[in-house]
C-alpha cells in the first residue's frame, strides 16, 4: 500500500467526517503558539536584561515565573502533535517547502526546549538558599558553553526559515485565507525581534501571529483532512 498527496482538499478521502486525532492535532496547532504568548508575557523579567537583572527579577516572582515556565512546558507538548498536522496538509499542497518548514520548526523548538532551562534552575536553587549572586555566576557560565549556544543559533534561524517555509506553502496551496498565511510568514522574524530588544508584547504578539496562521491550517485540517489519500 502507498500514499500519495491528493493536490486538491475536494479530492481527499478524508473529507467525510473528521476524525477525532484531526480535531485535537487543529486545536493544538492554534493553542500551543497561544500559550507560548502567554508564558512570555508572564515571565517576571525583560528578555534582553542582564543575568544579575533576571536573576533579580525571578527571585523576586517565583510564582510567575513557575507559571511561565508551566505554560510554556504544556504549549509544546500541545504544539507539536498540531505541527505534525499541519506539516502534513502543507507537504500535500508543497511538498518542499512544506518538509523543510515542519523539519526546520519542529527541530527548532526541540533544540531550544534542550538546553538547560535557567528559569527553572534559579527556582530550585532559590528555594535551597543559593544566593543570587552564585546563580549569576552559574547562569554566566553556561551561557559561554558552545553546547548552549550552538542549540540556540540553530533555533533562531531554524524556527525563522521553518515558519516562513511553512506560511508560504500554505499560501501557495491556498490552504489558509493569504492574510492569514503572511501572519504566519511574518511571525517569527518578529518574535526574534521583539526577544532581541527585549519588548515582551512583540514577542507575545508574534505568538499570537502564528497561532492565527495555525490556527486556519487548522481549521482546514478538520473540514478537508490533510490531503492525503490512499491507494492499494
Known amino acids: 500500500m502507498t500514499t500519495t498527496p491528493a493536490r486538491t482538499p475536494t479530492a481527499t478521502a478524508e473529507n467525510a467526517t473528521p476524525g477525532t486525532a484531526r480535531l485535537l492535532a487543529a ?18 523579567y525583560d528578555t534582553d ?12 516572582h517565583q510564582g ?15 504544539f507539536l502533535p498540531g505541527l505534525v498536522g499541519v506539516a502534513l496538509l502543507a507537504v500535500s499542497r508543497s511538498a518542499r517547502l512544506g518538509l523543510w518548514g515542519a523539519v526546520l520548526f519542529g527541530t527548532g523548538l526541540t ?3 534542550a538546553t ?18 552564585s546563580l549569576v555566576r552559574v ?30 506553502a500554505l499560501l501557495k496551496g491556498r490552504v489558509v485565507p493569504a492574510w492569514a498565511a503572511w501572519l504566519l510568514i511574518l ?13 515582551g508584547l512583540l514577542t507575545a504578539l508574534s505568538f499570537v501571529m502564528a497561532a492565527v496562521g495555525f490556527g ?17
Do not use: C
Not at 510567575?64 to 507538548?77: C, I, P
Not at 559561554?144 to 506560511?167: D, K, S, T
Not at 487548522?218 to 490512499?230: E, I, K, S
Open 116 to 133: 538547560p532551562n535557567l528559569d527553572i534552575v534559579a527556582l530550585g536553587a532559590f528555594g535551597n538558599g543559593v544566593s543570587q549572586d
Open 216 to 232: 486556519f491550517a487548522g481549521l482546514a485540517l478538520v473540514r478537508h483532512g490533510t490531503g492525503w489519500t490512499r491507494t492499494a
Open 139 to 168: 547562569a554566566d557560565g553556561v551561557d559561554e558553553l558552545a553546547v548552549v549556544n550552538g542549540p540556540i543559533l540553530y533555533f533562531v534561524a531554524a524556527h525563522v526559515v521553518g515558519a516562513i517555509l511553512l506560511g508560504v
Open 49 to 60: 536584561a542582564s543575568s544579575k537583572e533576571i536573576a533579580r527579577d525571578i527571585a523576586a
Open 64 to 78: 510567575a515565573m513557575e507559571l511561565s515556565a508551566w505554560l510554556w512546558t504544556v504549549g509544546t507538548v500541545l
Open 27 to 44: 486545536i493544538a496547532a492554534g493553542l500551543g503558539p497561544l500559550m507560548f504568548a502567554a508564558a512570555g508575557l508572564v515571565a517576571p
Open 187 to 199: 511571525s517569527m522574524p518578529l518574535n526574534v525581534a521583539g526577544f532581541v530588544i527585549g519588548i
Open 111 to 113: 533544540a531550544i526546549n
